[in-house]
């Protein structure tokens, strides 16, 4: 009978052992391999697989660049021997979201020196060096007056302050003039440190593990799913080293997973803000709806499939059904706002002083990243991304700023010249 016993608990702590096996495949196959392009180090070059040749595509990023921080209608502008912003020129303004932007794209293109001075300016212009609000940035700053519009930040300039500096020391290293790291360390210690005095707090609402809309008052408790990049996490989660790595990654994940549900699961447009569930978020200035900021969600899911692809499946199907709903609005026609089932917004948001909708040179831009995710089988949007120009409308409007930065980003992204920067080994 005790031998019986014992064979049967043998065989059963057996199948247990199994079954444990088996739940740690599944799980090992659910994670996958690491198959994305920050572990590889291969970037997809989408316009190369659409037949452009790399010295066409190396002239067209050259040209775009140009245009943007040295031709006639360019948004870079010098000050004295060592500063630069990044201008809004529509609204007037220089704000942390371009001139985090133009960060990004200096150190994704080796522009050390345009890095720098935007990085010099920023810091004398807009970071806050006491008080409650210290080490973060004021995310408004006329260009008229040359005097503060806001004092109060919004969480995506920081974001792309700390992922850019965070590139630029793994580029650059620290001692060539600035400690890259240090300055990114700055910003993300200080966040830490903001424990509601004053109403201001983390970047990150630490409860629902999601960037806020502003860390300040109410808009801590909120967001914007444009803000929700899961692939600059897993950067800081990598090289910031300040003993929040569980919970950057944490953050990742649950950036992946707010994405599911702020994105309409027919048309997969998302609303400008939402609440932290994805629901969408009245404000005063306007009514819910796909606009400007909704723009980047397509470009950013893009980037984390290509560097980390680790939601792929979703991601892939995301990307099917918003290109989809583009296609059948004419891929060469499709406007720019619209509310979240598809219709035709009552309320239409004005770019500056224009208040009109348009084929915009932005979303043709970030749809074509979309095609990253693998879905556009002919590429069709790609190519119409090669065909767009960055020039004035018909009508006259140009938007080199917004619409400008996110062309340039999405060529970076296609050419797999948008990379996780890693540290330089000799």
Not at 1 to 19: H, Y
Not at 100 to 129: I, P, T
Not at 184 to 193: N, Q, V
Not at 250 to 273: Q, V
């Amino acid at each position: 009978m005790n031998s019986r016993i014992t064979s049967f608990t043998k065989a059963c702590q057996l199948l247990v052992l199994i079954g444990l096996l088996g739940l740690a495949g599944g799980r090992a196959a659910a994670q996958g391999p690491k198959t994305g392009a920050f572990y590889t180090g291969k970037y997809p070059n989408l316009l190369r697989e659409a037949g452009y040749s790399q010295a066409a595509i190396d002239q067209k990023i050259a040209q775009t660049y140009q245009a943007l921080f040295e031709g006639p209608q360019k948004i870079y502008f010098e000050v004295g021997d060592s500063l630069a912003y990044v201008s809004d020129i529509k609204n007037h303004d220089a704000r942390t979201e371009g001139l985090s932007y133009g960060m990004m794209l200096a150190v994704q293109l080796d522009k050390k020196e345009v890095f720098d001075r935007l990085w010099r300016w920023s810091k004398k212009n807009l970071q806050h060096q006491d008080g409650p609000l210290a080490g973060y940035f004021a995310w408004s700053f006329s260009t008229t007056t040359m005097k503060l519009n806001s004092e109060g930040p919004a969480s995506d300039g920081e974001l792309y302050f700390v992922t850019s500096l965070l590139f630029a020391a793994n580029r650059w290293g620290n001692d060539t003039g600035i400690n890259y790291y240090q300055q990114a360390r700055r910003i993300l210690d200080a966040s830490w440190k903001k424990d509601g005095t004053g109403g201001v707090r983390n970047l990150i609402n630490t409860e629902h593990k999601q960037i806020t809309f502003v860390p300040v008052g109410d808009g801590y408790n909120w967001t914007d799913p444009s803000y929700h990049l899961p692939a600059f996490l897993e950067v800081w989660a990598t090289y910031a080293k300040d003993g929040h790595e569980a919970f950057y990654r944490a953050c990742a994940d649950t950036s992946r997973a707010f994405l599911h549900r702020a994105c309409d699961p027919k048309t997969g447009l998302n609303y400008d803000y939402t609440e932290f569930s994805g629901t969408p978020h009245a404000t005063k200035w306007m009514p819910p709806a796909f606009r400007y900021d909704s723009w980047r969600v397509p470009m950013n899911i893009a980037m984390d499939y290509v560097w980390f692809g680790k939601d792929k499946a979703w991601q892939q199907q995301y990307a099917r059904r918003f290109q989809g709903f583009l296609r059948g609005k004419g891929l060469n026609t499709f406007e720019d706002q619209f509310n979240v089932d598809g219709t035709r917004p009552d309320f239409i948001l004005p770019a500056g002083d224009v208040k009109k909708l348009r084929h915009s040179l932005g979303l043709v831009s970030t749809s074509a990243a979309a095609s990253l995710m693998q879905q556009d089988q002919q590429l069709a949007f790609v190519h119409a991304l090669w065909d767009a120009k960055l020039a004035p409308y018909a009508d006259g409007y140009f938007d080199p700023y917004y619409d400008g930065i996110l062309y340039l980003f999405s060529l970076l992204h296609l050419s797999g010249k948008y990379q996780a920067i890693k540290p330089v080994t000799h």
